[in-house]
């Protein structure tokens, strides 16, 4: 059956993504914004878990044991969630006004701002954004299938992950840091971090998928 002229232009603005306009300049600023909240949110997210030791005899265990607390602070699945809304061309600009913001205007970052965040170990993970958001970007353009989408996650995740690690092994050489050092850090900004981030990005690109459409119809 031969598609409508609605149904073709809906095919094609989900295929090459947001439209070049005032509203979609806006959305980018709001996006980079959005990220600036995500940066300074923190909560706290509670789940079962089966305990290593479940099946040692010696070992009592009690009802918190098989709970886990875990402190989120979702800057990553932001990232995510940007990409997939805006695409890669302005998911990427998104998040060049949010790092330029925070290197030369204001203190957006975690740790503050300012040319010399640079030095921050940190700053790899806000490097490891763009390359993130493209990559990931570019398995979505197939289409957002519950596969195409687990799978532009865990790549953009780990590409992330892999940048922050990365600069931050570079800093810390240069600053003669201890191998206590690094493996504390890298455990504590990745390690566990990685499959929550995975998690939380995939539901929210449920929810760009969706928002990309309504997008299209309002702007």
């Not at 878990?49 to 989120?72: C, G, M, N, R, W």
Request: charged content about 15%; proline content about 4%; some cysteine.
């Amino acid at each position: 059956m031969k598609e409508s002229d609605a149904e073709r232009r809906l095919r094609y603005r989900q295929i090459f993504g947001i439209r070049p306009s005032l509203g979609s300049i806006m959305l980018m600023v709001f996006c980079a914004f959005l990220l600036t909240i995500a940066t300074f949110i923190k909560f706290n997210l509670t789940h079962y878990i089966i305990p290593l030791d479940i099946f040692d005899e010696s070992v009592v265990h009690q009802p918190a044991d098989f709970l886990k607390t875990v402190t989120i602070i979702p800057q990553i699945p932001i990232v995510m969630f940007i990409g997939a809304l805006l695409g890669r061309k302005y998911g990427i600009t998104s998040i060049l006004m949010y790092i330029l913001a925070g290197l030369f205007l204001m203190p957006v970052f975690a740790l503050g701002g300012g040319p010399r965040y640079v030095l921050e170990y940190g700053f790899g993970y806000i490097i490891g954004y763009i390359p993130g958001i493209f990559f990931a970007g570019t398995i979505l353009k197939n289409g957002f299938t519950y596969k195409n989408i687990a799978k532009a996650m865990f790549v953009g995740v780990l590409i992330i992950h892999i940048i922050g690690v990365l600069y931050m092994l570079f800093l810390a050489g240069l600053k003669h840091e201890g191998n206590e050092f690094i493996k504390g850090w890298i455990m504590a900004q990745s390690g566990i971090k990685i499959v929550y981030d995975f998690i939380i990005s995939f539901l929210l690109v449920l929810v760009a998928k969706y928002a990309r459409i309504l997008l299209w119809i309002f702007m």
